[in-house]
Structures are given as C-alpha cells and as structure tokens.
C-alpha cells in the first residue's frame, strides 16, 4: 500500500493524520530524480495563505542512525497524478534526533494546487541529493457530514422560498387596502389619487409616463441625490452626456462625488469598455483620466492608489499608445511603478511584437539605477528567444562603471557576482561567457583548463589553431632570449629593474646553437638584475631561459594552495562530473532551479493589446 499523507492548515481547526516518514540520504536505490527545470514562482520571507503542517525522520542510510542534529537544505515537490511538478519549495530544516516539523507554504504560497480536489503526491529531496521514492500520497482530511445549521439550509425561518416574495416585485393600486401614503412621494399611479388612497387629487399627481427636460434637472443649484438610473435602447448613444465650457482649473463636465466610503464613480459594461475618457488637450501633464489621492503615511500599493485596476481575468490596467507612452507612471518621493504578484506568474511582463525589432523593458535613471530588482532566488531573469536574454549597457566616462555590474554579498559559501553557465551537452559550441576586448580580473583566476584559440596561420579562413597553457604548481615566471658570445666565451644578460623586486629562486638553462657548447655554465648568478655565461667559444650563438617565482605583494598574500580538501558542504561532488562519469546532479557549481520563460505561443497571445 502507497503511504499518504493528510494535512491541516494553521488557520483551520481541522483533524489530522500525521504520519512519519524516513528519508535515506544518499540512498541511490531508493531516489529519483528532481526536474532539471523547476515552476517559476516567487520567493519571500513568509507567503500568505494556507500553510500544511509536515513531520519526517531523517537516517543515515549506512547506520540507520538519526542524522546528525543541524540544518538541512530541502525540497518539497507536489505532483499531480501523471508526475507533473505543481509546486515547490526549499525550506533550511531544523534536525533534532533525526526528526524535523515544517510548514509547507511558509515561503512559497500553495496557490490552486489543490483547488480541482484532483489527487496530489508529495516530493522530498536533502541537500543536493535525489529525490526519495516512492513519492507520499496526500490523503484527504475528515470533513463535516452535517453542520447544525444543515435542516434550515434551504429555509428561512423554518419556511421554504414559496413563502416569500421575490426580491424584485410589483404591487398594483388594488394591493394597497388601508392606510394612506405619505403626500411627500409622488406616484406613479394616477388611479391611486383617483382613489383617495393617497391626500391629492388626480391633477395634483404625475402620469405614470411623464417626461422633464434638463430645466428640471438640479434647477436651483443645489447637488441632486438619490440614483439617477438611464436606460437606453439597443443602439442608442450616451446614458448621460454632460458638457462644459469652462477653462477654470478643475472644472468638469461630470463630478462624481461619495462622502461616505463607497465609490464616487461606478462604471460598469457587460461586453465593452466600462469607461471611455478622451481629451483633446495635448501637452506636459494632460491626461484622458487622472487619478489622485491624499497623501498618507505608511501605505501599501494595495491600499491606496491614485488609479487601481483589478481584473479576475486579463488586465486589471492596460494602456495603449500610437506614437508615445502605452502608461506612463511618475512618483516624487517613491515608486514611479509597483507591481506585485503572488502567484507563478511575473509581477511585471513586457513584450516588444515588432518584428523589426525593439524593447520589452527600458529603464532609466539620472542619478541612479536605471532598473532594480530583487529576489529571493533570482532578481533579475532575461530570457531571449532569438538575441540577448539580458543586455547591459552604459555610456559613463568615469572610471568604474560598467554596462553589466555583479557582486555577491553572501557570508558564507560559493557565492557569485557574475555567474553564466551553458549546456555543452547539448550544443558543443556553447560558451558560458564570451568576452570582445580586452579583460581584467583583480583576483584569483582558476580554471580546469585553458589555452588560446586563433584564426589558424596557414588556413585562416577554414581552421583554428589551438594551444593550451603552461602551468605550474608555482606562480612561476619565465623568461629566455638568445645571444653571441664574446672573445673570451661570455657574455652577459641584462635584465628588467624590477627583475628581482618581482621573482625569487631562479632557476637557469643554457643551450648551444650551431656548434657544440659542453662547457657552457652560469659564471654570475642573478645580482643586480644581471647573470653571466661563459664557457663557450667565441661568436658562439647561445639560447638561454630563466625561471622564477613570484615574490610580489599580491603573490606572497595569495599563493595558491597546491591541494586542497573539499568543504563538508562540496565533499562528494564534482566540478566537472561528466569526466569521471557522474551525474550532472553531483556538480559542485549545481545551479539553482531558474523561472520557467514564457513559451512563444503564450507570448504572441499576450501580444493582443487591449
């Protein structure tokens, strides 16, 4: 029988079935693997929303022991039937007595992913290890049969619907059979005067299709109150039209106004636009409709905002432009734009549809920074379907500015500024960085090899030559050159002034070139910046080289070591696993799971502008 699982939420006083589950780190017969390629969703200190409560065990797969007490790095997966990931997360576990307790969506929101009732299974995987198998399957919990308001559900007052009148009805004149109705409500029913049901007399009430022209609307000045409500026929034009010539600042043509707390203006449309707003005006700070509102400290976006859109589907704001700005926002003191998502879709997605080229997101700043973001995983994500997926550029004078800048702030661990990776496996050609110039690095440099790579001298339009480096254990220097020897057999090497401010422990070789040299030897050693050579004949051609160790500030800081053990944290992994046969899933540099981009299909979807 597949385990399950059942849940409660902290927010619901709910019946739950707990159940333990024991995770063999490391076990590989009992493991499968995480996707390569993870959902796209948002990450933060504390999601809203309903949060599971989870407990497991954690072994030593070899001992069966309880793992030792720390903190783990883990994921959480939930599956559909067929083993599509619905949703994760990567919560740091607290392990005491190989036992741990979490709350998952605690930084992930759970969203919809149990909204269809369909069955779900969960995933666990420790550190950078497999997932276990088999995945647990998330049981239902007990819910209410009856509640004790179920007998009355379909009564009011013990009374079924028939009993009562509908919430919309009609009553005629013969209804009313007592009483008299107040002489300050006009009637619409003439026969009720005729009647005497009311304190008027038939020409003292209004027919019940009369009609009043504008003189009769608002006529001394004062504000109208109560609901206007305009019906026009299919076809028709404006259920109201209100127009002013008036150039005073401020003035309108319709002034909607709520003193209490609900709208000042309600516009709704069952198939089109709920409202339409044109200007003729053109210039700095004209606008078809203007939003404003009073400044207050301490709000959210959510809470107050000169203009608010919200959409259960499609756009809750869009903005069309022909030659200038679809939306333009502008703020003094704080976000000129905010948008926020909880969901697994981006808070903000721009498209550019001209195939001809041009921009999804421009940003720019005077002073400071042109586009910021900030992320819990990634801040920033580019993703290009047929060019740059992130291009930084600047045209700053000064010194130190760059078109792409990174730094890693991180305490701890192998952190990155700049970090770019490709998939060899697939495509060869692929580079994780290419750089057009010249290239500076201020710091150590490694690497697992390297050399340089050229339009090949003979063929260069349809080869490349390749060399690869000399190295060393030491930060080794070397030098050579050649020279004839004088009458006596010597001769002496001049060398750079900075020769020995620079190396130390020289090592020396001398070769004769055409004739024999047996008796060649370093009569002076290195002094002064100067060695010697004798021994040979004279107007003998002599080759030398010479070698020497870095002894630089710099160097004698940072030498570098010649091997090294691997940190707790990288010990059974690879920097490059495929070489010695391993999975992708033990490399050292395993990147973190990246946003899904947008497909092509859902991008020209989206490119239908409201």
Not at 403 to 419: E, L
Request: proline residues 5%; glycine residues 14%; charged residues 10%.
């Amino acid at each position: 029988m597949k385990p399950k699982l059942s849940f409660h939420s902290r927010r619901a006083a709910l019946p739950v079935l707990l159940l333990t589950i024991i995770l063999m780190a490391n076990n590989a017969q009992a493991q499968q693997a995480v996707p390569a390629v993870l959902p796209s969703v948002p990450q933060g200190p504390e999601a809203a929303g309903p949060q599971l409560q989870f407990q497991g065990r954690l072994l030593d797969p070899v001992t069966g022991q309880p793992k030792p007490d720390g903190t783990y790095k883990m994921i959480f997966s939930i599956y559909d039937s067929v083993g599509t990931q619905l949703w994760y997360e990567k919560p740091t576990v607290d392990v005491r007595g190989g036992l741990y307790n979490v709350y998952l969506g605690s930084q992930v929101g759970l969203g919809t992913v149990f909204d269809s009732g369909a069955d779900r299974w969960l995933g666990i995987a420790v550190g950078g290890d497999a997932e276990a198998v088999p995945r647990i399957q998330i049981g239902h919990v007990p819910y209410a049969m009856q509640t004790d308001l179920a007998a009355n559900s379909l009564l009011l007052n013990g009374q079924t619907a028939s009993s009562y009148a509908a919430a919309v009805h009609a009553h005629s004149a013969a209804d009313i059979t007592s009483g008299t109705l107040s002489t300050s409500v006009y009637s619409a029913y003439a026969d009720l005067a005729a009647d005497s049901r009311i304190g008027l007399a038939a020409s003292q009430v209004a027919a019940g299709d009369h009609n009043h022209d504008a003189t009769y609307v608002n006529a001394t000045g004062d504000m109208m109150t109560g609901v206007l409500a305009v019906s026009i026929p299919a076809g028709g034009s404006h259920g109201v039209s209100s127009i002013t010539a008036s150039t005073a600042p401020g003035a309108a043509g319709v002034e909607a106004k709520n003193t209490g707390a609900g709208c000042g203006l309600n516009a709704y449309s069952a198939s089109n636009y709920g409202v339409i707003a044109i200007t003729g005006a053109t210039g700095p700070g004209r606008a078809a409709v203007r939003g404003l509102i009073g400044a207050a400290s301490g709000a959210s976006p959510a809470q107050e905002a000169g203009v608010w859109g919200e959409a259960a589907e499609g756009y809750g704001l869009a903005g069309q432009s022909t030659n200038s700005y679809g939306v333009w926002a502008y703020s003094a003191n704080s976000y000129g734009l905010y948008a926020a998502a909880n969901g697994t879709n981006p808070a903000i997605y721009a498209l550019n549809s001209n195939a001809s080229g041009g921009v999804g997101v421009w940003g720019q700043s005077n002073r400071s920074r042109g586009v910021y973001a900030q992320g819990y995983d990634v801040g920033a994500y580019g993703y290009g379907t047929n060019g740059y997926g992130l291009y930084g550029y600047s045209s700053a004078t000064t010194s130190g500015y760059a078109g792409v800048g990174g730094h890693a702030a991180g305490t701890s661990g192998a952190v990155y500024g700049i970090k770019g990776s490709c998939n060899t496996a697939a495509n060869a050609s692929c580079l994780a960085g290419y750089f057009a110039g010249p290239v500076y690095v201020s710091g150590m440099l490694t690497k697992a090899g390297g050399g340089f790579k050229i339009d090949h001298p003979i063929d260069p339009q349809n080869q490349y030559l390749y060399h690869s480096f000399v190295e060393s254990p030491d930060m080794k220097n070397i030098y050579d050159g050649s020279l004839v020897l004088d009458a006596e057999g010597k001769a002496w090497v001049e060398l750079p002034d900075w020769f020995e401010a620079l190396n130390r422990d020289f090592r020396y070789q001398l070769t004769a070139v055409g004739g024999p040299g047996p008796n060649l030897f370093i009569a002076q050693k290195i002094q002064n910046n100067r060695f010697q050579i004798a021994g040979g004949t004279s107007g003998l051609e002599v080759s030398w080289q010479v070698t020497g160790i870095r002894r630089d500030a710099y160097a004698n800081a940072h030498r570098i070591p010649v091997e090294e053990d691997k940190s707790a944290e990288q010990q059974g992994t690879y920097l490059n696993p495929d070489a010695f046969g391993q999975p992708e899933s033990l490399g050292a540099n395993l990147e973190l799971p990246l946003p899904v981009p947008p497909n092509e299909e859902a991008a020209a979807a989206n490119s239908n502008q409201p």
